[in-house]
């Protein structure tokens, strides 16, 4: 995944703009993410979405490592409070739904190493 981060004051910029809000400049570039991120707030949606298999979702707000919150999804989670707890580290995978491939973000795993 991509973001875009301004050239003349590299402050990350999501969502797409024309220019940065920070500093008002034009010149973006579009930079990979880390992948990384943390869990802001969440929504436990529990009606169905029939035609992409899915009976419950939780809907997301994380903060990227780059500084930026994004709306996506929680997957790999059992969808019940007890098990979301804000702050907790997430990174990025991807899933199909229909013919799109969406961002969606994952509890982290331990093993990586640093």
């Known amino acids: 995944m991509r973001i875009q981060h301004c050239l003349t004051c590299e402050a990350a910029v999501f969502y797409p ?3 940065c809000p920070k500093c008002l400049s034009s010149e973006l570039a579009w930079r990979p993410v880390s992948g990384r991120a ?6 436990i949606n529990r009606r169905p979405l029939p035609m992409f298999g899915l009976d419950v979702q939780v809907i997301a ?5 780059e500084g930026v919150r994004m709306m996506t999804n929680i997957v790999d989670v059992e969808p019940d409070p007890a098990a979301l707890t804000l702050g907790t580290a997430l990174e990025l995978d991807y899933e199909e739904r229909g013919d799109q491939v969406l961002p969606v ?4 795993t331990t093993s990586k190493e640093s």
């Open 17 to 19: 703009r024309s220019y």
């Open 38 to 43: 943390t869990l802001a707030s969440y929504v």
């Open 61 to 65: 707000l994380v903060t990227l490592e």
């Open 105 to 108: 973000f994952r509890p982290a």
